[in-house]
């Protein structure tokens, strides 16, 4: 017996995401045996053999490291067409490379998920493919199931999420989705933080867990202050004062973390400076509308210039260039300043 066999099975189940618990159950062994295996002090049963190579979906052959060198060397080749898919972004023309990868290694994760997102792709098409996106959907709440790894499963429900979010427009399914996530009180930041309360962090791991709740409390206040708060015309100006000071506190977390160039915060202190001119809009108040919408292409340039939208297939200018082109914007559409802010717009907008 190849005396690598130990070995195989631990790179194996590290690449299929799953526990040596995991594993041990489905071929009806103990957690203790796995581990002998794969440490190699011990060496598993021929009996057992098919039902490791099954669980793999790979040959008894390939188990015990026949071939599995040059198999190691087609899915490394494999990984790195999805690198470079996902810098330029998923798309209709990715998904028969990555199907036909999906079939060669059925139970490789990493190249699950890859298909699944660019059948999620479809969500973003003039006329998607709702086919397609029902694939998608069946792919990523298998890998969900199947996964014990945290990182992995979160990146399957995200993906899911928007799925409902775009795609389905389901209020309720994206919510029950959203709720297979931890709580903000449950995530590695909070609870990095509430132990060291500081001391002996680095520097990134601080600055990390300040831009990552920092942005969830943008999104949030903003959002609440849109849609929760009363929304009838006396209140108008308060709300606009308010998304000046959530501005603002989005300038103080970019300036101490050194994000000020950042693709997240330059977004969405866009979108605020956009919210901030529907109101001026809808008041008649012409200049403040401009000049709102003015800041709002300052950091958009900011992110065109020093970023991509890798999983989007437009970018940012793209989508604000859509929202300018709203009928609430004709009392100033014809305005000089108005017309050079949608021109520049349309340059960056691809």
């Given amino acids: 017996m190849n005396i690598t066999i130990g070995e195989n099975i631990k790179k194996l189940r590290t690449q299929k995401g799953v526990t040596q618990e995991r594993l041990a159950e489905s071929i009806g062994v103990t957690p203790q045996a796995i581990s002998r295996w794969e440490s190699e002090s011990g060496y598993p049963a021929i009996e057992y053999l098919p039902d490791i190579a099954g669980f793999f979906g790979i040959s008894v052959d390939e188990l015990l490291g026949v071939k599995l060198s040059e198999r190691e060397t087609r899915r490394e080749n494999i990984y790195t067409a999805i690198n470079n898919i996902e810098d330029s972004g998923y798309n209709r023309a990715s998904i028969d490379l990555l199907r036909e990868a999906h079939v060669e290694f059925p139970n490789d994760m990493k190249i699950s998920l890859s298909l699944a997102k660019a059948l999620c792709s479809e969500m973003f098409e003039e006329n998607p493919n709702t086919a397609l996106l029902r694939e998608a959907e069946k792919m990523l709440r298998g890998l969900i199931r199947q996964s014990d790894d945290y990182d ?165 200018a793209w989508y604000f260039l859509r929202y300018m082109e709203h009928k609430r914007y004709n009392p100033v559409c014809k305005e000089k300043r108005f017309v050079v802010i949608k021109d520049r717009m349309e340059k960056m907008a691809k």
Avoid at 235 to 247: L, P, V
Avoid at 266 to 284: C, D, E, H, P
Avoid at 288 to 299: C, D, G, I, K, Y
């Fill in 152 to 316: 992995f499963r979160f990146e399957c429900i995200k993906n899911l999420a928007v799925l409902y979010k775009e795609a389905w427009k389901d209020e309720q399914g994206y919510a029950d989705v959203v709720k297979m996530l931890p709580s903000i009180w449950s995530c590695r930041e909070m609870f990095i933080t509430d132990f060291f309360n500081g001391a002996n962090q680095e520097k990134d791991e601080i600055s990390d867990c300040l831009v990552t709740l920092s942005r969830c409390l943008v999104n949030n206040l903003r959002d609440y202050v849109a849609y929760i708060l009363p929304n009838e015309e006396d209140n108008w100006d308060a709300k606009i004062g308010y998304f000046e000071r959530i501005i603002d506190f989005c300038k103080l977390i970019s300036e101490i973390t050194n994000e000020e160039k950042s693709a997240d915060f330059n977004g969405g202190i866009a979108v605020l400076y956009r919210y901030i001119s529907t109101y001026y809009v809808a008041q008649g108040k012409k200049e403040e509308t401009l000049t709102s919408l003015e800041n709002m292409l300052a950091h958009v340039e900011k992110i065109c210039t020093g970023t991509s939208d890798k999983e989007l297939p437009h970018n940012t």
